[in-house]
């Protein structure tokens, strides 16, 4: 648009229009070109784009042509390319064998020499050490009782009172009887792991002194070494899930890398976790990194088979479409 403004009031005639014509066409050129090449780099580039493909599309309607291509491209694609159907699931990493370690017996505790994630070895590692002071000092009294009831049953032997004999022996090999009891207590106060490997659970150097009664669990012990994982399999891609599938799975801590696994056992009962319906996979973790510990959580994608990506892409439409519809197609 070519806007002047003029002090006559008079209309302009034929010449002064024409050679107002005349100078535009002279600016339209250089207008044009401060236009193309005053715009951002991004602008530019698809004015040159349009201008080429224009050539082969036609001028009208460039844009919309190139849209519906790309589109058909991608749709042929699809249909014609296949790629790898995978399942995804969460995971939790746990140890391939657990022990746990009791306390013996009644009693309270003396000292603690591990913490939580400290590794032990088996037999070498001391745990913790139970109170004894009690033991021993039952253990003293019995030892006497024992002399004594065999002190008696000599003086009655001596005496030709067999029957009195045989009483003080019988309470003699009672006496004994508790005295090893006792001294195996003691030696079961000193407990040591019962396996190598890493401490999982036991947290007791802040509780000296806490009673610990029998049976009760003071220290978790797994070896690193054997590793695997439990998969959480959403209930929609069960029917995919077979035993002997490969997969790799990523820590949330360690995205960037990959660690293989091979599935080894699928339960058949499904079960609740995080408000969610969900079927357990247990698979075994090939060549685990020395970083990876029990507890770890991720995601993991179980190979299943080549599928075509058109099939891939819209499984879970098609499978909500099937549901709504009662379809069996």
Excluded at 127 to 147: D, G, I, N, Q, V
Excluded at 224 to 237: G, K, N, Q, T, W
Aim: net charge positive; charged share 25%.
């Amino acid at each position: 648009v070519l806007s002047l403004d003029r002090v006559s009031s008079q209309r302009p005639g034929a010449r002064y229009v024409n050679l107002l014509r005349f100078f535009a066409d002279l600016i339209a050129p250089r207008l044009l070109e401060l236009n193309r090449h005053g715009r951002w780099f991004g602008a530019r580039f698809a004015t040159w784009l349009r201008e080429k493909l224009a050539l082969a599309l036609g001028h009208k309607h460039t844009w919309a042509k190139l849209a519906a291509l790309a589109c058909a491209g991608v749709i042929a694609f699809l249909c014609v390319a296949q790629g790898m159907y995978q399942v995804e699931a969460t995971f939790v990493t746990k140890p391939v064998e657990q022990r746990v370690v009791a306390s013996p017996y009644d009693g309270f505790l003396a000292t603690v020499h591990v913490r939580p994630g400290e590794k032990v070895e088996a037999g070498a590692s001391v745990l913790a050490e139970l109170e004894t002071a009690e033991l021993k000092s039952r253990l003293a009294m019995r030892k006497a009782e024992m002399s004594g009831h065999l002190k008696d049953a000599g003086l009655a032997r001596r005496e030709n009172k067999f029957a009195e004999a045989q009483a003080a022996e019988a309470r003699a090999e009672q006496a004994e009887a508790e005295c090893d009891l006792l001294a195996e207590k003691i030696a079961q106060a000193t407990v040591t792991a019962p396996m190598d490997g890493v401490v999982l659970s036991g947290e007791w150097t802040t509780r000296i002194g806490a009673p610990a009664k029998l049976g009760d669990t003071l220290f978790e012990i797994a070896p690193l070494s054997r590793l695997e994982a439990a998969l959480y399999v959403p209930e929609a891609e069960r029917a995919d899930g077979r035993e002997g599938q490969t997969g790799r799975l990523a820590a949330a801590g360690r995205p960037d890398e990959k660690i293989g696994f091979e599935v080894v056992r699928i339960t058949p009962l499904a079960e609740m976790v995080k408000q969610k319906n969900v079927f357990r996979v247990q698979v075994r973790l090939t060549n685990p990194p020395e970083w990876m510990l029990p507890g770890l959580e991720g995601v993991a994608k179980i190979d299943v088979e080549e599928r075509l990506l058109a099939l891939i892409w819209s499984r879970r439409a098609v499978n909500w479409v099937k549901m709504k519809l009662w379809l069996w197609w």
